[in-house]
C-alpha cells in the first residue's frame, strides 16, 4: 500500500524528478507518541518543526517539497502544502487519491467533484454529483443521482442532467466515437461541433 501511494506521489508532483532531487529546502517526516498512537508530522533538516504531528504514518512521503497526501485521523485524506495548509480533498479511488488522467484528477468540495491539474490548482469547479475520469479529451458526469452498491462494487444511477465535459469546462449532451482523431458532438446549447482528442472544439457546424 505506501509504495503504491508513493508512485501516486510521484506521478502527481509536476516538480518530481531530477530536477526536485537537487533542491535542498525538503521538510523530513517525524513521528510521535500520543495516547498511545502514533501520529507524523514534518520538520525541516535542521530539526524545526514546521508541521506538528498529526497525521497517520502510514501514509505521506518521507520528504515534503511542495504538496503531500496525508490521511488525518478523523477527517481522512487530504492533501496538503508545506505549511500544513490544506489545498484539496482528493476524490477516493482504489482506497486512495484519484489517478491522474490526461493531466487532470478528481477533488471532493462540499460533496461534489470537480478536476485539479498536475499542480493541484482546481482548474474545473466541484459542481459534479459524479463524473468519471477524463478519457480521449473527454469525462461523462451526472448531476443529481445516487450511489449504488453492488456487492464490492458501486456505481452512480439517475440524476436529472447527464452530459459530458471538456478540459474547458464546456458540456456536452450528446458525444459520438473518437475516429481519425475527431468526433462529433453537440453542446447542452444544441449546437453542433467537432472535437479533437483532446476535446477542444476544432469546428462548429452551421445549420
Same mark, same amino acid.
Given at each position: 500500500?505506501?509504495? *503504491?501511494? @508513493? ?5 502527481? *508532483? ?11 529546502? +525538503? @521538510? ?6 500520543? #495516547?498511545? %498512537?502514533? &501520529? ?23 520528504? &515534503? ?22 489545498? &484539496? ?14 493531466? +487532470? +484528477? ?8 470537480? +478536476? ?19 478519457? %480521449? ?5 451526472? &448531476?443529481?443521482? =445516487? ?25 456536452? #449532451?450528446?458525444? =459520438?466515437? *473518437? ?12 449546437? =453542433?461541433?467537432? @472535437? ?12
Amino acid at each position: 500500500m505506501i509504495r *503504491l501511494f @508513493l508512485t501516486i506521489q510521484i506521478l502527481m *508532483l509536476g516538480a518530481a524528478g531530477f530536477a526536485q532531487q537537487k533542491r535542498t529546502d +525538503f @521538510l523530513v517526516s517525524y513521528t510521535i507518541k500520543s #495516547k498511545g %498512537n502514533e &501520529l507524523m508530522g514534518y520538520k525541516t533538516r535542521a530539526g524545526k518543526i514546521v508541521i506538528p504531528a498529526q497525521f497517520i504514518p502510514d501514509f505521506g512521503n518521507d520528504t &515534503l517539497y511542495e504538496r503531500t497526501f496525508v490521511v488525518k485521523p478523523k477527517a481522512g485524506l487530504q492533501g496538503i502544502d508545506r505549511t500544513g495548509k490544506v489545498i &484539496l480533498i482528493p476524490f477516493i479511488y482504489d482506497n486512495g487519491p484519484d489517478y491522474m488522467q490526461e493531466g +487532470f +484528477f478528481r477533488f471532493v468540495e462540499n460533496s461534489k467533484i470537480g +478536476f485539479a491539474d498536475e499542480n493541484w490548482k482546481k482548474v474545473i469547479p466541484a459542481v459534479f454529483d459524479f463524473v468519471e475520469p477524463f478519457k %480521449n479529451g473527454v469525462a461523462k458526469y451526472t &448531476l443529481g443521482g =445516487h450511489k449504488i452498491m453492488d456487492g464490492e462494487h458501486w456505481y452512480w444511477s439517475e440524476g436529472y442532467e447527464n452530459g459530458y465535459i471538456n478540459r474547458f469546462n464546456e458540456r456536452f #449532451k450528446k458525444v =459520438h466515437e *473518437l475516429k481519425a482523431g475527431v468526433r462529433e458532438a453537440w453542446t447542452n446549447k444544441g449546437q =453542433h461541433v467537432l @472535437l479533437d482528442k483532446k476535446g477542444k472544439i476544432v469546428k462548429v457546424f452551421v445549420k
